[in-house]
């Protein structure tokens, strides 16, 4: 029976983060959240609820999440989706705001100067 699980996270802004799993089967679709380090909810979604299979179904719900900010921590069987296989991947730097441009800048500038 094939499998394929997928597992993103999010990170937030105050360092928490939070998982979404969803694996699928021939027999439907389940899917996992919560705040990372804790129980998770969860939902399990029978192939005859579903409009699509549930490997097309997974990878719907997968890209949508990824459009939110989340990104991939590991990916089983990606070759069901695609040839290329998926590694676990770290999310990318946040930017830093103006604000913390203009003090870098201006302390690189100014720090000999207060003795």
């Not at 179904?57 to 991939?72: C, I, M, N, P, T």
Request: aromatic fraction near 10%.
């Amino acid at each position: 029976m094939t499998k394929v699980k997928i597992h993103l996270r999010f990170d937030n802004p105050d360092g928490s983060s939070k998982d979404w799993i969803g694996e699928a089967s021939n027999n439907g679709l389940n899917i996992s959240w919560g705040k990372r380090g804790r129980s998770q909810q969860g939902i399990f979604l029978s192939s005859q609820k579903l409009h699509s299979s549930p490997f097309q179904e997974l990878q719907a719900r997968a890209d949508k999440k990824r459009r939110k900010g989340y990104y991939d921590v590991v990916i089983t069987q990606p070759e069901v989706f695609c040839s290329e296989v998926v590694e676990e991947t770290e999310p990318e730097p946040q930017k830093v705001s103006n604000l913390s441009a203009t003090i870098n800048e201006w302390t690189n500038q100014h720090s000999g100067s207060w003795f």
